[in-house]
Every structure is written in structure tokens, then in C-alpha cells.
């Protein structure tokens, strides 16, 4: 899985099993834009041609008047720390922590199988949205006889106070990876996903082992209440978003009080494959001045070309706001497949090129 975040102007890509975009607060080193490779992490700054720094000044969007009931959380210590904790519990030294539930989120006619995993944690292994954990799945690497599985990376789907709102648990958005072979059509289970299956198949009670938690890119800034977020999501990318978006509309958080906008985008294949859908409709309902959202539905929408409808379209569709929006200092943040990235890049360069932007690619490693 692929993430990617922009901010105030700037995108920045992390490549791997997990990665996001926000804004880039690291000494990059510049690559042409036109460069078509990817690297580990990459930001898009985008200026004007003659060299000058775009406005940097904060849109402000009207507060949600109505008085929307918010859940309490604890404990409210987690708000207390000044860095976000990282890799509390290694490779070497797994936390084993506990299934609680396991919930197929997507309708029948969803191409394969995604399910919303609650671990239980104790309280033990703390996290802020937007990061990921690492989750060793039982068995024996086979590339290392004798050794435990490697660690497989997955964003993390909820608040740091969890879906009970007591900071004891976790939740992981997880498409099953099934394996069918071209020729005969069939199911071939040695092919399988070893992580994502043993997930999707465990039971509350199940035992797991967990690493980190990892990540600074992906984190939320929370320095500006009044802020604009546009986030855009594949499929299971769009699990460290309803993190933020419980966060911001869901949670009682003193410290925290969301006045701006949230601008959500989610690119999937049908109906039936809509993730947290009922949340977000919820929060677009209750917040219809700080919450936007829009689908791309692949095998049901078509774009203006007459093609498929993907998540890049959404974006071209509107590009002069979110351009206005950026340059007004919102925040854009991206997850998914890493496959999206070459179409979401043209898009932003084309649009980029159509009003006057040069781009500028950095790497860091």
C-alpha cells in the first residue's frame, strides 16, 4: 500500500507496504518532476513559474452551528504527548495482543473480501492516527527455515482511543489476498496472502503478534483547528482517514475542536465495495459546512472521456477548487495502491501545467 501527503503546497510520497503525504517538514533532495520513477518519498511542491512562493494563508471555513452529541473518550492522557510514540515493541520483541472482532465490511458483489479487525491491546501499545502497525503472522518464513514470518505493515483504522473509545484497542482495514490460477480458474491457496487471510480468517479470542506502532509522514496536523484536509483513497487506503475523521467528528476531544474542512475522496470498484460509507454519511449529514465527500465507483461511474470513473477523474473533476484550496494552504494527503500514483501524478502535473505551476519532486530517504 501506497501513501502520500501534501500540505500548504507541498506532496510527499512514501513508498512500501505503508506510506502517506502531508506536508514535508525533512531536508529533500530535488528530481525532475518528469522523472517517471518512484521512490520512498516523494513531495511535489508546487510553485509559480516565476520562482515565488505561493500564498500561505489558511481558508476558513464556517463552523457547523447545530450541536451534533460527540462521544466522550479516555483516557485523555493520550493527548498529552508532544511526539507520537514509535516502534514501542520490535520485530524481535512482538506485543501479543487479542482478536476482539472480526467483521466483513463490503457487500456480496464486491470483487473479494475486505474485513474491519479489532485488536485488543490493553491499552499497551498506543498510537496516533495515521500510523500503522506491523502484525507477524504465525508459521515459519519459508524464505528462513526455522524463523518467524516477516512483518507485514497496515494502517491503522481508528482514532488513538479506538472503536470502544478507551484507548484499548485497534483496528485494521484488511482485503483478503486470494491467489487464482489463469488457467484453470481455481483458487490456489499456497498463492494466498499469509497475513491478510490469517486475519480475515481469526476468531475474538485469537492471539496475534503486533509491532510499533510506525510512521511519523501520515500524521494529522492538528496545529491549525480550522485547517482544510482533502484526502484521497483506494480501497483499504482509506483506513487512516476514518482515524481522522472519527477524530474530528465523531470524538469529544477537549483539545481538539475541528472547525475546518474535510474533504474526503474514495476510489472503489462498485457499490457493494464502499468502506465505512454509513460513518461518513453520517458525518456528511451532521457537518455539511466541514465535511465533503465523493466516490469513484470504477465498474459503475463513468468519467468524462466515456471510461471508467477512477479516483484520478474525481480529482481532474475538481482540480480548480482543490488547486484554490491548496493554494489557500490546505493540507492533501493520499493512500492506496501504489498503482494510483502514476495517474494521480499526471493529473496534478496537467492541472498544475494548465494554470500556470511548474512542479518540483523531492526524495527522502
Request: charged content about 25%; some cysteine.
Amino acid at each position: 500500500m501506497s501513501h502520500l501527503a501534501i500540505s500548504q503546497g507541498s506532496l510527499t510520497a512514501p513508498v512500501g507496504s505503508d506510506f502517506s503525504i502531508r506536508r514535508s517538514v525533512f531536508k529533500t533532495q530535488s528530481i525532475n518532476f518528469n522523472d517517471k520513477s518512484w521512490a520512498p518519498l516523494l513531495p511535489l511542491d508546487l510553485k509559480t513559474k516565476n520562482g515565488g512562493l505561493r500564498n500561505q494563508r489558511i481558508v476558513r471555513m464556517s463552523v457547523q452551528q447545530a450541536s451534533v452529541p460527540k462521544v466522550a473518550v479516555s483516557p485523555l492522557q493520550l493527548e498529552d504527548a508532544n511526539e507520537p510514540p514509535l516502534n514501542t515493541y520490535k520485530p524481535k520483541e512482538p506485543y501479543t495482543a487479542t482478536i476482539r472482532s472480526v467483521e466483513r465490511i463490503v457487500g456480496p458483489k464486491a470483487p473479494g473480501e475486505t474485513c474491519h479487525i479489532v485488536i485488543d491491546h490493553g491499552g499497551n501499545v498506543p498510537y496516533w492516527e495515521g500510523q500503522s502497525y506491523g502484525v507477524i503472522p504465525p508459521g515459519e518464513n519459508p524464505k528462513k527455515p526455522g524463523a518467524p514470518q516477516n512483518v507485514r505493515l497496515y494502517s491503522i483504522a481508528s482514532s488513538r482511543y479506538g472503536d470502544y473509545f478507551d484507548g484499548k484497542t485497534t483496528s485494521l482495514c484488511v482485503r483478503r489476498a486470494v491467489y487464482y490460477d489463469p488457467e484453470t480458474g481455481k483458487e490456489d491457496p499456497s498463492k494466498n496472502g499469509v497475513c491478510s487471510n490469517f486475519l480475515c480468517d481469526s476468531k475474538p479470542g485469537d492471539k496475534i503478534k503486533i509491532t510499533g506502532p510506525a510512521g511519523k509522514i501520515m500524521l494529522l496536523p492538528e496545529d491549525n483547528p480550522n485547517a482544510t484536509h482533502i484526502m484521497i483513497a483506494t480501497g483499504t487506503g482509506i483506513a487512516p482517514y476514518r482515524g481522522y475523521l472519527r477524530r474530528m467528528f465523531m470524538e469529544s476531544i477537549p483539545k481538539f475542536k475541528f472547525g475546518g474542512l474535510a474533504w474526503l475522496f474514495l476510489g472503489v470498484a462498485n457499490t457493494d465495495s464502499l468502506l465505512y460509507d454509513e460513518e461518513f454519511t453520517k458525518y456528511l449529514k451532521d457537518y455539511p459546512d466541514n465535511f465533503r465527500y465523493d466516490i469513484a465507483l470504477s465498474r459503475e461511474h463513468k468519467n468524462k472521456r466515456g471510461g471508467k470513473m477512477y479516483v484520478q477523474d474525481k480529482i481532474e473533476e475538481y482540480s480548480d477548487e482543490i488547486f484554490k484550496l491548496l493554494d489557500d494552504g490546505a493540507h492533501i494527503y493520499f493512500c492506496g495502491l501504489r498503482g494510483m500514483m502514476p495517474g494521480i501524478q499526471e493529473t496534478l502535473k496537467g492541472v498544475a501545467d494548465g494554470r500556470g505551476r511548474t512542479g518540483r519532486r523531492s526524495f527522502h530517504n
